[in-house]
C-alpha cells in the first residue's frame, strides 16, 4: 500500500481521491483470490500451479466468455446458456435461446461478445437448428440482470452443404474491424464438398455482425464461389484467436488418426484436407493418395501425431505467469491435458503438455480478467476450472 516514503500522503487527500487511489493500488491484490482447500497442484515450467473449481454442474460447456464485471458466460451443449457468478453460482438456463438440435458432437457451441458489449450487449453464438446439423450463427442482446435472457435474437448465417453428426466445429472470433470469423468443420463424411467452393462445408466464413459480407472478402465475384468464404480445405476446426502481438489470425483443428493442426488463416488459401494430411483415416487407409503436403496447399505450421484432440485456444498475455507470456494455450480432449506453445514469431519452438493426470477433458481455455487461465471440462459433470501459480 502507499506511503510517504513512496511519495504519497493519502491523509493530505481528498477523501474520494485517496479512496480512488487505494482502489487501484490494491487491485493487483484484490484480483487474484486466496486458494482453496481442495486445490490440485502440477508441476510446470513455471514452477507448482494449481488447478481449483470455479463451478461445476454444468453439462459438456461448450465455451466461456467473460463479461465486463467479471461474471462468466457459459455453453452447455445440450442447449443452454448460463451466467455463472464470481463465487461459481449457475444463473438458471438464459430464457430466449432458440431450440438447439444436439447429438453427436451437434449442439450449442461458441459464444463471444461484441466488441462494444460494455455498450450494447451484444452477443454471437452458433449452434445446430436441426437433424442435418448445419451450423447457425446467431447475434442477441445480452440482458444481464436479476433475470437473465436473451432478447433481438436473430440468425445472421447459415452454413450450406451437407450435414452430418460428427466434426461440426464453430469457433467465432472477432476481427479489430468489428466483421466475424467463424469455422465450419466437414460433417466428417462430407469430404467432398471441402475442396470446392459452393458451399460452406470444411471452410472459415468472414461476415458482418449483421450477416453480411464485406468487401475484400477472396471469392467474391467468383462464378460458382460463395462470397462469405475466406478459406477452405479444413476438417474440424475447434479453435480460433487472434495473436495479440501482430493481429494474425490462428486456428486449430483435429486431424483424423494423427494429423491435428494449427494454421495461421490467410485470405484464399487452400489448407489442404482431405487431399493431404499429416494422419491417417479411422480404419489405417492413408488420407488422399497419402501424401502430407501438395502445392498449392498450405502446411500446418505446427501438427500433433499422435492426435491429442486439441479443441479451444488461448494466447496469453496475463502476468500472472511470466514466463508464459505470448505462449499458444490448446485443451486436449482425448489426451486429457493442456498444451502450451512456446512460440518464436510464427514458429512452435517448443511444447509442453500441462496437467498430465487431471484426467479430465478440456474443451476450451480462455485467459480471465485477473490473469488466471480458465479451463471447460467436457462431460456430463462439466466444470469451470481455474489455473494460477501454486504453493
Known amino acids: 500500500m502507499p506511503s510517504q516514503r513512496a511519495g504519497v500522503n493519502l491523509a493530505r487527500m481528498q477523501p474520494r481521491l485517496a479512496l480512488s487511489l487505494l482502489v487501484v493500488c490494491l487491485a493487483p491484490l484484490c484480483a487474484l483470490a486466496p486458494l482453496s482447500a481442495n486445490a490440485q497442484t502440477f508441476p510446470s515450467s513455471a514452477g507448482p500451479v494449481a488447478v481449483e473449481t470455479v463451478a461445476k454442474g454444468l453439462v459438456h460447456p461448450w465455451a466461456l466468455a467473460f463479461l465486463p464485471d467479471g ?12 451466467i455463472v457468478a464470481r463465487d461459481g ?26 466488441k462494444g458489449f460494455a455498450q450494447n450487449g451484444t452477443i454471437y453464438f452458433c449452434f445446430n437448428e436441426n437433424a442435418d446439423n448445419n451450423v447457425a450463427v446467431a447475434r442477441a442482446h445480452l440482458d444481464s440482470g436479476n433475470t437473465p435472457r436473451l432478447d433481438d435474437v436473430k440468425i445472421i448465417f447459415r452454413q450450406k452443404g451437407p450435414g452430418g453428426r ?23 463424411g462430407a469430404k467432398e464438398s471441402v475442396q470446392t467452393l459452393d458451399n460452406t462445408i470444411g471452410k472459415i466464413v468472414r461476415i458482418r455482425p449483421d450477416g453480411s459480407v464485406p468487401p475484400g472478402n477472396p471469392f467474391a465475384g467468383r462464378a460458382g464461389a460463395l462470397p462469405e468464404i475466406w478459406a477452405y480445405g479444413l476438417r474440424n476446426p475447434e ?5 495479440p502481438i501482430d493481429g494474425k489470425l490462428w486456428e486449430q483443428e483435429h486431424g483424423p488418426m494423427g494429423g ?19 494422419g491417417v483415416n479411422y480404419d489405417g487407409t492413408p488420407v488422399g493418395q497419402g501424401k502430407q503436403q501438395a502445392p498449392g496447399m498450405e502446411d500446418p505450421l505446427w501438427h500433433w501425431t499422435p492426435s491429442i484432440a486439441p ?38 519452438v517448443k511444447e509442453e503438455q500441462l496437467l498430465q493426470g487431471l484426467n479430465e477433458r ?6 480471465g480478467p485477473d490473469g488466471a487461465l480458465y479451463l471447460l471440462t467436457d462431460n456430463d459433470a462439466g466444470r469451470i476450472l481455474r489455473l494460477v501459480p501454486g504453493k
Open 239 to 243: 479453435g480460433l484467436a487472434f495473436n
Open 89 to 114: 453460482k449457475l444463473s438458471e438456463p438464459l430464457a430466449g435461446v432458440p431450440a438447439v438440435h444436439s447429438g453427436g458432437q451437434a449442439g450449442l457451441l461458441d459464444v463471444a461478445l461484441d
Open 166 to 188: 460428427n466434426n461440426v466445429a464453430c469457433r467465432i472470433a472477432q476481427a479489430p474491424d468489428t466483421n466475424l470469423f467463424v469455422t465450419l468443420g466437414d460433417h466428417f
Open 362 to 367: 478440456i474443451r476450451d481455455v480462455r485467459q
Open 71 to 82: 461474471r462468466m458466460l457459459v455453453t452447455e451443449r445440450p442447449g443452454r446458456l448460463r
Open 260 to 278: 491435428d493442426e494449427i494454421n495461421i488463416i490467410l485470405p484464399g488459401k487452400n489448407y489442404g484436407w482431405p487431399v493431404v494430411s499429416y
Open 311 to 348: 479443441s479451444g485456444m488461448a494466447f496469453y498475455t496475463g502476468d500472472l505467469f511470466p514466463a508464459w507470456k505470448g505462449s499458444l494455450f490448446n485443451g486436449a480432449l482425448k489426451f486429457q491435458l493442456l498444451s502450451r506453445l512456446e512460440l518464436k514469431g510464427d514458429r512452435v
